[in-house]
T-cell receptor, first 117, second 113 residues
Framework: DADVTQTPRNRITKTGKRIMLECSQTKGHDRMYWYRQDPGLGLRLIYYSFDVKDINKGEISDGYSVSRQAQAKFSLSLESAIPNQTALYFC????????????????FGEGSRLTVL | AQSVTQPDIHITVSEGASLELRCNYSYGATPYLFWYVQSPGQGLQLLLKYFSGDTLVQGIKGFEAEFKRSQSSFNLRKPSVHWSDAAEYFCAVDTGGYNKLIFGAGTRLAVHP
């Protein structure tokens, strides 16, 4: 099983609908992130969370909200989806190594492809 | 603002040929630097990273990268490309040390047999 699991993997919806993308991880990491990937733009940070009580906006948070339900779960919501939110969304985690230092590496899920018609 | 530039959107090489993917960053100090690879339909996987020390870093799958402070560059290289290396490659920087990575737009690599 994957260490970082995203559901759904694919979703087609209509303008104005509410959508939730879910992410769960079994890596025991405290930090979780949501990124959006668009062709020619790379990945851009939407929200990040360093622990359950710590939620922060990223570069492109407008139109999105998140919930950190537990250390292992981090959900991304689009309250009213619009076509320019059509993209590939990635959840990622990071944490410390056994010695306690941050390794700097992000571990990514396989992505959730969202199409808004 | 910090930024990452990958000048080449697409690169095509023949199998067995050498490869160099370019990455330039804009930041006043030395950031943490990363290269990730994304295979079709997959998430991103870390190839290598540079935090400090030796400016030539080795990664997985035979890749290496060299940090050049004077050129604000962190180019990725591989001496002999395999067909399985066809993927999209992303350079990224972390300027705050909180794993909030800034990614380049990516370079898509095609490998001809």
């Amino acid at each position: 099983d994957a260490d970082v699991t995203q559901t759904p993997r694919n979703r087609i919806t209509k303008t104005g609908k509410r959508i939730m993308l879910e992410c769960s991880q079994t890596k025991g990491h405290d930090r979780m992130y949501w990124y959006r990937q668009d062709p020619g733009l790379g990945l851009r940070l939407i929200y990040y969370s360093f622990d359950v009580k710590d939620i922060n906006k990223g570069e492109i948070s407008d139109g999105y909200s998140v919930s950190r339900q537990a250390q292992a779960k981090f959900s991304l919501s689009l309250e009213s989806a619009i076509p320019n939110q059509t993209a590939l969304y990635f959840c990622a985690t990071s944490g410390t190594s056994g010695g306690g230092s941050n390794t700097g590496e992000l571990f990514f899920g396989e992505g959730s492809r969202l199409t808004v018609l | 603002a910090q930024s990452v530039t990958q000048p080449d959107i697409h690169i095509t090489v023949s199998e067995g040929a050498s490869l160099e993917l370019r990455c330039n960053y804009s930041y006043g100090a030395t950031p943490y630097l990363f290269w990730y690879v994304q295979s079709p339909g997959q998430g991103l996987q870390l190839l290598l990273k540079y935090f400090s020390g030796d400016t030539l870093v080795q990664g997985i799958k035979g890749f290496e990268a060299e940090f050049k402070r004077s050129q604000s560059s962190f180019n990725l290289r591989k001496p002999s490309v395999h067909w399985s290396d066809a993927a999209e490659y992303f350079c990224a920087v972390d300027t705050g040390g909180y794993n909030k990575l800034i990614f380049g737009a990516g370079t898509r690599l095609a490998v001809h047999p």
